[in-house]
């Protein structure tokens, strides 16, 4: 056991991903910066030697993290809901810190609940064509009430909208199988719905959306994963 930070973390969500071999292991989560009222996200690396966990990458604005490692070249990914604009931002970097962050997703209060996957050149339904063309999101849109997707291809970032139907997209979670067909979990508000949308093309292609879980208000909190099988798995707040 060991202790992250003990200078004050904020409430809020948190999230850790490990890379490839195993030597470094990454956190990142919310702050609340000496003098300011609004939440930061603050990202640290501990190694596989026993160092402590070493600040490596600091967000002046920043809420609901997802943070992941790129398996082909151990860079790490970061997506969030950028407070002061309200936009979906992402971030990338390595052990040394980062390079740079912009936005994805310019629309009004884009960007909560946010989820961050990595597709790989491995993985022929998402997409990639190089190792550049890695990143899959899901988040939930609150102007528009809707779950939306972005992905990233040697043009650019791009996004659409994955589910409409009512007021949805709360605690999206999203994970690829092993051949990059894009599995997403969610809370439909509207109903209090556990929701699952999935599609095998890594752009702007169609969507198989069902629901998992009608029985009184479930799916808060959901988070989804893949096993070796590629069967998928989905924890939820019942």
């Not at 890379?19 to 956190?27: C, F, G, I, R, V």
């Not at 993985?123 to 190792?131: D, F, K, L, R, T």
Request: aromatic share 10%.
């Amino acid at each position: 056991i060991s202790t992250i930070d003990e200078t004050g973390a904020a409430p809020g969500p948190l999230s850790i991903a490990i890379d490839k071999p195993e030597n470094h292991l990454y956190a990142v989560y919310p702050t609340i910066p000496t003098g300011l009222s609004q939440e930061a996200l603050q990202l640290r690396v501990k190694d596989s030697s026993g160092n402590d966990w070493n600040a490596i990458a600091n967000y002046s604005s920043g809420n609901w993290p997802s943070l992941t490692v790129n398996q082909e070249n151990n860079r790490w990914m970061l997506a969030f809901h950028e407070e002061s604009n309200e936009d979906l931002v992402v971030s990338d970097g390595d052990v040394n810190g980062y390079g740079g962050w912009g936005a994805v997703d310019e629309n009004t209060n884009v960007g909560s609940y946010v989820s961050n996957a990595i597709c790989t050149t491995q993985m022929p339904n998402c997409g990639a064509v190089s190792q550049t063309d890695y990143r899959q999101i899901s988040y939930y849109d609150e102007t528009a009430g809707d779950l939306k997707r972005a992905w990233h291809t040697s043009g650019g970032w791009n996004y659409q909208t994955v589910d409409s139907q009512g007021d949805v997209g709360k605690w999206t979670s999203m994970a690829l199988d092993s051949q990059g067909t894009i599995h997403i979990s969610y809370y439909d508000i509207s109903n209090g719905d556990l929701k699952y949308a999935t599609s095998t093309s890594g752009n702007a292609g169609s969507w198989q959306i069902s629901t998992i879980d009608s029985v009184g208000a479930v799916g808060m909190y959901n988070s989804i994963a893949i096993d070796s099988n590629d069967n998928v798995h989905i924890s939820y707040s019942h």
